[in-house]
């Protein structure tokens, strides 16, 4: 896992609910996250063991103009 690969401590461990309402521990990160062209980002990620695909959380997208062209499966991303 990425988190590994950068030896990073957690700053804390949150609760989620998932699926059926369980909810589960997972330790938070604080990393800076890096978006094509883009200055670094610094965001908290929360990690769940196993999982491959990162879900950005609104506090993520909220930092960037984002237009999504569903039908055209075109993302757009801005910093204006």
Known sequence: AVIEQLALSPITELEF?????E???????RVKLTV???PPLP???AVSGGEENPLLGRDVLNL???ILQGPKRV???SDD
């Open 17 to 21: 609910e998932v699926g059926g309402g």
């Open 64 to 66: 960037l103009t984002v």
């Open 75 to 77: 993302l757009e991303l």
């Open 43 to 45: 965001v908290e990620v």
């Open 36 to 38: 094509g062209d883009f």
């Open 23 to 29: 909810l589960i521990t997972l330790p938070v990160y």
